[in-house]
């Protein structure tokens, strides 16, 4: 294991990752360290990546998970809930990581789009910006707007994406999607 004290989640997350890359498991790292590599600098105590992977079976990667000697905790959302599960995994320091699985209008593709970032000499695989853009407007807190703003900022977007993106998460994220791009005065 990588971690040596609380307060190094994002090497857990590694530790998580090598077990998903055994498994053939597809993820990306969301949260608030896809939010550092889109331009938003947070701090956080936790690493979230979101994984494409069977509800039904995550007992299995649960237990796969424990056989190594990290904690979990599964926990399934009700029939409204946008994610359909979140496997936690923790390690005797206190760092965690939640697996996100089955999230509501999440497209397949973005697994594909996910762009690689060098990290302790490893490879992560982070969520997109488009992806990352419509995520944080299908959340449509304050903070997750603001998460998109920055994100927005620099290289001009692939308009085209966030908005058939922005469908697939329901009515609500189109139409938050075109106040956004409003006002930030990009015309799709």
């Given at each position: 294991m990588r971690a040596h004290r609380a307060g190094e989640s994002a090497l857990l997350l590694l530790d998580v990752i090598d077990l998903l890359d055994q498994a053939n498991v597809q993820y990306a790292v969301v949260g608030a360290m896809a939010a550092s590599v889109h331009g938003v600098v947070r701090a956080s105590m936790d690493a979230d990546a979101v994984i494409a992977f069977p509800v039904h079976d995550l007992a299995t990667l649960e237990g796969q998970v424990r056989a190594t000697g990290l904690g979990t905790e599964l926990r399934y959302g009700d029939p409204?809930?946008?994610?359909?599960?979140?496997?936690?995994?923790?390690?005797?320091?206190?760092?965690?990581?939640?697996?996100?699985?089955?999230?509501?209008?999440?497209?397949?593709?973005?697994?594909?789009?996910?762009?690689?970032?060098?990290?302790?000499?490893?490879?992560?695989?982070?969520?997109?910006?488009?992806?990352?853009?419509?995520?944080?407007?299908?959340?449509?807190?304050?903070?997750?707007?603001?998460?998109?703003?920055?994100a927005a900022a620099g290289e001009p977007l692939d308009i085209e994406l966030p908005e058939r993106l922005a469908t697939r998460f329901g009515q609500e994220t189109p139409d938050a999607l075109r106040k956004f791009l409003a006002r930030l005065g990009i015309r799709p």
């Open positions: 409204d809930d946008p994610i359909a599960a979140v496997l936690r995994i923790s390690d005797s320091f206190g760092n965690g990581v939640d697996l996100l699985v089955g999230l509501r209008g999440l497209d397949p593709a973005a697994f594909a789009r996910a762009v690689v970032v060098p990290f302790q000499g490893e490879q992560l695989r982070v969520v997109g910006r488009e992806d990352f853009i419509a995520m944080k407007l299908f959340a449509n807190a304050p903070l997750d707007v603001a998460d998109a703003e920055f």
